[in-house]
């Protein structure tokens, strides 16, 4: 089984970053894909970036141009730095763990942007 563990949330103000870090532990795939998910409140849980095991990477409309999601195999470190943040941004981020045999979560990191 992986085990997820999410960090870097806060509080910050419009305008302002932060950078969200997701660290894995356990057997960790070469050929799994991370990605980064969030949930505000009365919303559904929604794709915010995904980094395939190739470095590939996808963006929610919502957030290209300001988030970049990367990875460090060798730590087994999954990133979310997040610019420009804007009030709607504000929400649980969630990671998430996916190989050909099973997908994990992490138990979230709260967000919230001030205006």
């Known amino acids: 089984q992986v085990g997820l563990v999410e960090s870097g949330g806060g509080m910050v103000q419009a305008g302002g970053s932060l950078r969200l870090s997701c660290a894995a532990s356990?057997?960790?795939?070469?050929?799994?894909?991370m990605s980064w998910y969030r949930q505000a409140p009365g919303k559904r849980r929604e794709l915010v970036a995904l980094i395939s095991s190739g470095g590939s990477t996808n963006y929610a409309d919502s957030v290209k141009g300001r988030f970049t999601i990367s990875r460090d195999n060798a730590k087994n470190m999954v990133y979310l730095q997040m610019n420009i943040l804007k009030p709607e941004d504000t929400a649980i981020y969630y990671c998430?763990?996916?190989?050909?045999?099973?997908?994990?979560w992490g138990q979230g990191t709260q967000v919230t942007v001030a205006s």
């Open positions: 356990g057997t960790i795939l070469s050929s799994s894909a």
């Open positions: 998430k763990y996916i190989d050909a045999f099973q997908s994990t």
